[in-house]
Structures are given as C-alpha cells and as structure tokens.
C-alpha cells in the first residue's frame, strides 16, 4: 500500500506524527511548556519511560521507572491554562485514567522551567477537588 497511516495522538491532537511524535520519537525540543506537557501525557500512555526522564528536570526527577503501573489506562486530557512566565510556565490539566476498573482523575498544576532552549518538568501541585 505504502504510505504511513496516520493516528490519533492520545493528547487529543488529530495526528500523532505531527503532534507529541515529533517530539517523543522526531527528537524536535517543545516550543512551549504545553507541548512537553501533552507529549509527557502521550508518553505516559505509550509507557515510555525514557522520554519521561529526559524530559523531567534534573533536581527533582524520580529514580525509579515511571510507568510501573501495568493495570492503569489513560483516556483522555484536557489543558485548562497555560500560563508562561519568561523561561519558567505553569500547565493546568485534568487526566482521566481507569484503574482497577475504577474511573480516576488527576488535577495538577505542574511547574516547567526552560534550561538552554529546552523544557523541563520540575513538579506539580494538586489542588483540592471542589464540592
């Protein structure tokens, strides 16, 4: 047939290659703290754990493996606000995942800061589920 078919990216974005691909497995540098956020989702979803840990600064990068947890599924992302600061930015973003059979949500305001043209996840904070 020839030709590569083209697939959706797991951040939302039509088509993978054009979207968290070409930083995940094209070696391009995230132009903004939100592009490195939704390809760490995506790579979060494809259990790429290497990814993960260039992409995690340094000073608070975890040692262990990122993606242990077989039983977890990602289904879906959404970015309430990018917010960037000069070479520092905050995302907040709600990701939905099945655990166990149980439907979870994670809320966070993560922290990026830009180091010699490229970004960086440094930590996140969660903020309270409202009533």
């Known amino acids: ?42 790579a979060y979803v494809l259990r790429d754990d290497a990814y993960l840990k260039a992409t995690w600064h ?3 990068r975890p040692a262990d493996n990122l993606v242990a947890d077989e039983g977890l599924k990602w289904l879906g992302l959404e970015v ?22 149980r439907a979870q ?7 990026f800061v830009r180091e010699d043209g490229r970004w960086y996840y440094v930590d996140g904070s969660f903020p309270e589920k409202g009533g």
């Not at 094209?26 to 760490?40: C, F, I, K, W, Y």
């Not at 949500?105 to 922290?111: F, G, I, N």
């Open 58 to 60: 340094p000073s608070t």
């Open 1 to 42: 047939m020839g030709g590569k078919t083209t697939s959706a990216c797991p951040c939302g974005g039509k088509d993978y290659a054009g979207c968290c691909g070409r930083f995940i497995e094209g070696g391009q540098l995230a132009g903004t703290a939100e592009e490195l956020m939704r390809s760490r989702y995506t």
């Open 80 to 101: 309430r606000r990018h917010v960037p600061d000069g070479d520092r930015a905050t995302v907040e973003f709600v990701a939905r995942c099945k655990s166990g059979g």
């Open 105 to 111: 949500r994670l809320h966070e305001v993560s922290s």
